[in-house]
């Protein structure tokens, strides 16, 4: 079974600041996919990045980019220069290299940007 | 940007009745999804669709659940006899063939069960 462990369940950052967040994971499989998602108060689920397991290179959309420690099974996400948008439920998820697998969800971190 | 699109929105039902969910998903994409969030928690994997069968399932996706492609673009979640414990969003995923390829969810239906 897949498992991912989010630690924070709420953050406070100062708008432009950086910010970090969190996430664990825990899998049998040598294939797998490492997915955050981001859900705003209005509860839509928009994909941020993705980075798989046998990538080298830690991901990166925009301001976004995945600090990826395969050794760690660890799978941070970095904002960068937060804005008053990016206020919202950050979800990180696991999936195995099956094309039909289900996303395995962490609980989240309810990140909130303070101007 | 193609979306997923999902119908209704909102819906309320009494316990004890049938209640369909449908989804339009990305039309190129091959694989199907449904998930619920409970309020306040995390996303749940209910089950996956691909090549007009179920893929996988989870141990939430009982008896009471069943899913269809009815047509080529329709893809339904059907719950028999609801319980108030089944009131969630729910959410409907797709993605292309290729596993690394993020699952792109639709905005959800939020069920009420009275």
């Known amino acids: 079974a897949q498992k991912i462990t989010q630690t924070q369940p709420g953050m406070f950052v100062q708008e432009k600041e950086a910010v970090t967040l969190d996430c664990t994971y825990d899998?049998?499989?040598?294939?797998?996919?490492l997915f955050w998602y981001k859900q705003p108060s209005s509860g839509e689920m928009i994909f941020l990045i993705y980075?798989?397991?046998?990538?080298?290179q830690n991901a990166t959309e925009g301001r976004y980019s995945l600090n990826f420690q395969k050794a760690r099974k660890s799978a941070n996400l970095v904002i960068s220069a937060s804005q008053l948008g990016d206020s919202a439920m950050y979800f990180c998820?696991?999936?195995?290299?099956?094309?039909?697998?289900?996303?395995?969800f962490g609980k989240g971190t309810h990140l909130i940007i303070q101007p | 940007e193609p979306e997923v699109t999902q119908t209704p929105s909102h819906q309320v039902t009494q316990m004890g009745q049938e209640v369909i969910l449908r989804c339009v998903p990305i039309?190129?994409?091959?694989?199907f999804y449904w998930y619920r969030q409970i309020l306040g928690q995390k996303v749940e994997f209910l089950v996956s669709?691909?090549?007009?069968?179920?893929?996988?399932k989870s141990e939430i996706f009982d008896d009471q659940f069943s899913v269809e492609r009815p047509d080529g673009s329709n893809f339904t979640l059907k719950i028999r006899s609801t319980k108030l414990e089944d009131s969630a969003m729910y959410f409907c995923?797709?993605?292309?063939?290729?596993?690394?390829?993020?699952?792109?969810f639709g905005d959800g239906t939020r069920l009420s069960i009275l």
């Open positions: 039309s190129n994409h091959l694989y």
């Open positions: 995923a797709s993605s292309e063939w290729r596993s690394n390829q993020p699952q792109h």
């Open positions: 998820a696991i999936k195995s290299g099956g094309g039909a697998d289900g996303l395995t």
């Open positions: 669709f691909y090549n007009n069968e179920i893929s996988e």
């Open positions: 980075q798989g397991s046998y990538d080298e």
């Open positions: 899998t049998s499989d040598q294939s797998y996919g």
